[in-house]
C-alpha cells in the first residue's frame, strides 16, 4: 500500500479495510477471472473498494501516487523505500489474501541465457539447472502420452507448478 509522505494514513501503525475504503484507489488491473482480491476481501466486510485508476505497470501506479489521484496498491517487489523515498510504503500480507504471479514461456523455444537470468531473478529458487529437470521431464511425459494416445498435443497448452 502507497501514499504520500504527507498522507493521513502516514501516521497509522496497522491499516484496516474501513481504512482503505476511505480514498480512492489506483491499483493493477483487475484479472480476466473476475473481481481482484482487494475487490473480493473488502465484499466480505460490506465495503466498496473505490478503485478509480488501473494499470499494469507499479510505475504508472506510483506516478497517480505522486499526483494525489489515489492511494496505491502494488506488489511488494515494485516498491524500493530508498528509490521510492516520497511515498510510505505499508504491507498489506496480513489484510489482503497472498497474490499469485505466474511466468509463462513456450516450452518448445530454445532457452537463452538471458531468460534463464530473467527467471532466476524473478525466482532466485528456480536454478536453470532446476528449470531443465522440469522441462526434460515434462517432455519426457509429454512423448509417453502422445505415443500412449496417438494423439499430440500442444505442450504450450500444459501446465507445471514449481
Known amino acids: 500500500m502507497l501514499f504520500p509522505?504527507?498522507?493521513?494514513?502516514g501516521n497509522l501503525t496497522t491499516l484496516t479495510f474501513q481504512d482503505l475504503a476511505k480514498y480512492p484507489i489506483?491499483?493493477?488491473k483487475e484479472p480476466s477471472s473476475g473481481n481482484s482480491g482487494l475487490v473480493k476481501a473488502m465484499q466480505t466486510k460490506k465495503l466498496k473498494a473505490n478503485i478509480v485508476f488501473t494499470a499494469r505497470?507499479?510505475?504508472?501506479?506510483?506516478?497517480y501516487v505522486r499526483k494525489n489521484i489515489g492511494i496505491g496498491i502494488v506488489a511488494e517487489m515494485a516498491?524500493?523505500?530508498?528509490?521510492?523515498?516520497?511515498?510510505?510504503?505499508?504491507?498489506?500480507?496480513s489484510l489482503?489474501?497472498?497474490c499469485t504471479t505466474w511466468l509463462a514461456f513456450n516450452k518448445n523455444l530454445l532457452m537463452r541465457n538471458y531468460m534463464y537470468c530473467f527467471i532466476e531473478l524473478f525466482a532466485p529458487h528456480l536454478t536453470r539447472e532446476s528449470v531443465n529437470q522440469y522441462l526434460s521431464k515434462e517432455k519426457k511425459i509429454?512423448?509417453?502420452t502422445s505415443q500412449d494416445k496417438k494423439e499430440s498435443r500442444l505442450p504450450m497448452h500444459q501446465m507445471w507448478h514449481i
Do not use: W
Not at 5 to 9: A, D, F, G, S, Y
Not at 79 to 93: A, E, H, M, Q, R
Open 79 to 93: 516498491f524500493d523505500p530508498k528509490i521510492d523515498s516520497d511515498l510510505i510504503g505499508y504491507s498489506t500480507k
Open 57 to 63: 505497470d507499479a510505475d504508472i501506479i506510483k506516478t
Open 142 to 144: 509429454a512423448q509417453k
Open 96 to 98: 489482503l489474501p497472498r
Open 26 to 28: 489506483v491499483t493493477y
Open 5 to 9: 509522505q504527507n498522507h493521513e494514513l
